[in-house]
């Protein structure tokens, strides 16, 4: 199993070799880059985004300083990592606006039942399924910004026509090409923040933005309990919910159209020197930037990957629990005895529990070194404690149960940093876009599969629900600790066979490989963050 193929014969031990420059020196070499034109530095050298500017930096021997570091970091903070929590929050709320609208009788006025009420959330993820990869594609051959504007303005258009549905047909079209477009955005978000951040600062960041379903768990909450309180409504109350949803969409695509940038090379928010530390500072991963190119044998390499097929595991095992919490959560929640209203605010509080643990798992995973499999496998842990009281507590305590229910949103923690293992340890653009697309898919048969596990008949315990719930879970667990057992073995044995990566050549010469888009299999100076 931790056999990696042969890397193909593309050397970079002549590399040269770096120290510390004053920022004069890089100036010298900024105005290179003002000369040549973001399509040039783009496609040169087979597509390598950012290879110009790391090019100026090793030429001068550039090291980035912590200072400047903090610097640049911050900046992306300020204008880039806004728009990624905004695009995930408000991907979030307009798939699970559904959720909302079944409390204000959505399910009886399309005339369904529960079991076809099901397929709307299935058939969502079966969307999603389709474009999946072929989204992610777009990302990697076209602008950013625009790609993401454009397929956000198209959802914004589905979610806002939701209302105009009337049968079960319709809202199934409706829902499947909502997830069609949807497929862009946390792939896409898994892909960017390799894009824009260093290797140490991923984890964090990743979280922050992934938390923002929780966020958006906790905004959906209060717009359907203040909607509950709207006296003479001129429509059905669950069609205001789509209304306002999709509108705020409508916003966001505009802003995403004119403010957001492809890479930080042509970033407008940094200046040209910001630009060489920002590449520079990514490319310390060894992992590269980007590449606009398609390689077919990169496919090749994700396929034969066990790190592929132990995320594709425990992709599926994370989403039976979550297809079943994300679309029912209001509904088991009022099945333990609350009220519609109470339902939707005690909701809310669950997605403060998820909040809470994704950012404390991103502090964590980003604060001490090798720490994110740990991380990943204590917050399954909780998830299976929680799962199992939901499953065993008595009916009569209803508390206890509702605070184990709240504590299965731990179950984020492992999702993300998962995606957090394709950021920081998969090599070569195409194959980190396949990786992320197999994952994914792992993720939209786990998802269509869980609403299926909530039996009408069962109300409200649903006891098949929550030990699927129970079991998905275990399976994640065990997957997660086998792809860290995996890498640890890989590094182990690289270091024996390759030697350890000591100097600060063998540094530069792996940053080099990942600039010249190798995968982490070719760059023998590459090894797996744990």
Not at 36 to 48: I, K
């Amino acid at each position: 199993m931790s056999t990696t193929p042969t890397p193909e014969k593309r050397s970079f031990d002549n590399a040269g070799s770096g120290s510390e420059v004053g920022s004069l020196r890089l100036k010298d070499k900024v105005g290179d880059v003002e000369k040549v034109s973001v399509h040039d530095a783009v496609s040169s050298e087979e597509g390598n985004v950012g290879l110009h500017e790391f090019a100026i930096a090793k030429q001068s021997g550039l090291r980035v300083t912590p200072e400047q570091n903090r610097r640049i970091a911050r900046k992306i903070d300020m204008f880039i990592l806004p728009m990624l929590c905004m695009a995930q929050g408000l991907s979030y709320l307009d798939k699970t606006a559904l959720n909302y609208g079944n409390l204000y009788g959505m399910k009886s006025a399309l005339h369904v039942s529960g079991d076809q009420f099901s397929w709307f959330a299935s058939i969502f993820y079966l969307g999603y399924l389709i474009g999946n990869y072929p989204d992610s594609w777009l990302l990697q051959h076209y602008p950013t910004g625009k790609v993401l504007a454009i397929t956000t303005f198209l959802w914004a258009v589905i979610v806002i026509t939701t209302p105009a549905c009337t049968n079960f047909a319709g809202t199934m079209a409706n829902r499947f090409f909502l997830g069609l477009l949807e497929a862009i955005v946390t792939p896409g978000m898994t892909l960017l923040t390799s894009i824009w951040y260093a290797q140490s600062e991923v984890p964090f960041r990743s979280l922050i933005w992934y938390s923002f379903n929780g966020w958006a768990g906790i905004f959906g909450g209060f717009v359907a309990y203040g909607i509950g309180h709207l006296e003479n409504p001129e429509i059905a109350l669950w069609k205001y919910i789509f209304l306002i949803l999709g509108a705020m969409s409508v916003v966001f695509a505009i802003i995403l159209w004119i403010f957001f940038p492809d890479s930080p090379v042509d970033a407008r928010f940094l200046t040209p020197e910001e630009r060489i530390l920002a590449v520079k500072r990514v490319a310390e991963a060894k992992l590269g930037v980007k590449n606009t190119q398609f390689k077919w044998y990169q496919i090749k390499h994700a396929l034969i990957d066990p790190k592929t097929w132990f995320l594709f595991i425990a992709s599926i095992a994370a989403q039976i629990p979550n297809g079943i919490v994300t679309n029912f959560s209001t509904i088991i929640i009022k099945g333990m005895g609350f009220t519609t209203l109470q339902s939707t605010l005690l909701d809310a509080a669950s997605s403060g529990v998820q909040i809470a643990s994704l950012l404390v798992a991103g502090w964590v995973s980003m604060r001490f070194k090798n720490m994110r499999v740990i991380t990943m496998a204590a917050g399954n842990i909780t998830c299976i404690v929680a799962a199992a009281c939901l499953t065993y507590l008595p009916d009569e305590q209803k508390w206890n149960r509702l605070i184990a229910y709240w504590f299965t949103s731990f179950q984020s923690v492992g999702f993300a940093l998962s995606l957090v293992t394709i950021s920081n340890n998969v090599g070569g653009f195409t194959k980190k876009t396949f990786t992320t697309a197999v994952t994914f898919i792992g993720y939209c048969v786990g998802n269509v599969i869980g609403p299926h596990f909530l039996i009408d008949s069962e109300a409200p315990k649903y006891v098949t629900g929550t030990k699927a719930m129970f079991i998905g879970y275990v399976i994640k667990t065990v997957a997660h600790l086998a792809l860290g057992i995996y890498m640890l073995r890989s590094n182990v044995k690289r270091d024996r066979e390759l030697g350890k990566v000591t100097s600060y050549e063998d540094q530069l010469k792996g940053e080099e490989a990942g600039m010249h888009d190798l995968t982490e299999f070719e760059n023998k100076y590459h090894r797996y963050v744990l």
